[in-house]
C-alpha cells in the first residue's frame, strides 16, 4: 500500500501568515482580507507588507507616498 503523501509546509501555517484571497495592487503579494489596511489619503487596500507610515501618523499605500513625493 503506497504511503499517504504529506501536506505541503504552508498548508500547516497560521492563517495570517498563508496566502489568502486577496491580491495587493502594488506588490501582488496574496493576503486575507482580514488583514487589509485601507489607505488614509485615498482609501484604496494595501497589504500589510507595503503599508506604509506617513509621518503624521497615518497609514498611506505606496502610490500615496511616491505622489507626495513628487507632487
Known sequence: MPKARSKPAAANLPWWLAAGDEECPHCGRLYFVEVE????????????????RHREGHIVCPDCVESEAHG
Do not use: L, Q
Open 37 to 52: 489596511v485601507r489607505c488614509a489619503a485615498c482609501d484604496g487596500p494595501t497589504c500589510p507588507h507595503c503599508k506604509v
